[in-house]
């Protein structure tokens, strides 16, 4: 049976890592990215796939039946960050930012399923992050779509558990890669009630993606989780602070946690 795990998001950052490492690995990876053409020398097949555009991602499914008839595993990795505050953050922006971190990925989901099921022992990896567990300040929205995903995934699980398909998520912390560059940026102007803050976290976010670790980390979680027989719902990875801020976040009094992300962003 062809081992075919479908990367989405693979052209750079995690999911390029994920990829590649899957592909040295010797499963028939099918990476995607909204401009194949751009990344001509990838050591795997890149498909466009828009996750944006409902379109796109029918002529995706099309496209791919004529590679494979199942699919062994899907890695849904293809995202974005945005950032503003709550207040003042476009709501078409936002819209878009779910349609991309929640609602793109749950209709490729969706359409690849009879394909997974087809299988027999699929699986589904989402990549949510460790920022889905709390409402960063100034990344609300971002938190609030790696969030729907994360509780969406527990559902599906349960769902398609009879289906031999097991799902899980993957909640990075930093990591370095240039998911800085493709974030939407509210754009904030002096008069703004939030201006300094906003600059100055925006400032300790790319400080954080910038010294974070090698993106490997999470290809080597993936490869891991698509040779274990059995599934947690979730796994975090990430820096030590990071992860023990899950921990944190679950038996510490909330207002004793807000008082450690408000220091950690100096608010």
């Known amino acids: 049976m062809q081992n075919t795990v479908i990367v989405t998001g693979a052209s750079s950052g995690l999911g390029k890592a994920i990829a590649t490492l899957l592909h040295q690995n ?4 099918l990476g995607t990215s909204r401009s194949p053409h751009k990344y001509p020398n990838l050591p795997f097949p890149l498909l466009a796939l828009d996750m944006n555009d409902a379109g796109s991602i029918d002529l995706f499914c099309a ?3 004529r590679h494979t008839s199942t699919v062994a595993a899907l890695v849904n990795n293809a995202g974005q960050g945005i950032t503003g505050a709550v207040e ?10 779910f349609d991309t971190n929640f609602f793109g990925p749950l209709a490729l989901t969706q359409q690849l399923l009879p394909l997974l099921r087809q299988h027999g022992a699929a699986k589904i990896i989402n990549i949510t992050s460790i920022g889905a567990s709390m409402g960063l300040p100034f990344r609300g929205g971002y938190s609030a779509s790696k969030a729907a995903l994360q509780i969406i995934s527990e559902a599906l699980r349960m769902e398609v558990a ?4 097991q ?27 939030y201006a300094q803050l906003y600059r100055e976290s925006l400032d300790t976010m790319d400080a954080h993606v ?12 993936v490869a891991q989780l698509l040779r274990q027989k059995s599934l947690k719902p979730h796994y975090a990875v990430g820096p030590f602070m990071q992860k023990l801020s899950l921990t944190l976040k679950k038996i ?3 207002r004793w946690f807000e008082r450690l992300l408000k220091n950690h962003y100096n608010l």
Not at 88 to 97: F, I, K, M, S, Y
Not at 162 to 165: A, S
């Open 162 to 165: 009879q289906f031999g398909i």
């Open 210 to 221: 910038d010294q974070g670790n090698d993106p490997i980390e999470i290809a080597r979680a």
């Open 167 to 193: 799902v899980a998520t993957i909640a990075p912390g930093d990591y370095a890669t240039d998911i800085a560059a493709r974030r939407y940026y509210e754009p904030h102007t002096d008069d703004s009630p």
């Open 88 to 97: 003042e953050v476009d709501l078409q922006a936002l819209r878009q930012h």
């Open 63 to 65: 496209e791919l039946q």
């Open 252 to 254: 510490l009094p909330q």
């Open 26 to 29: 010797g499963h028939h990876v």
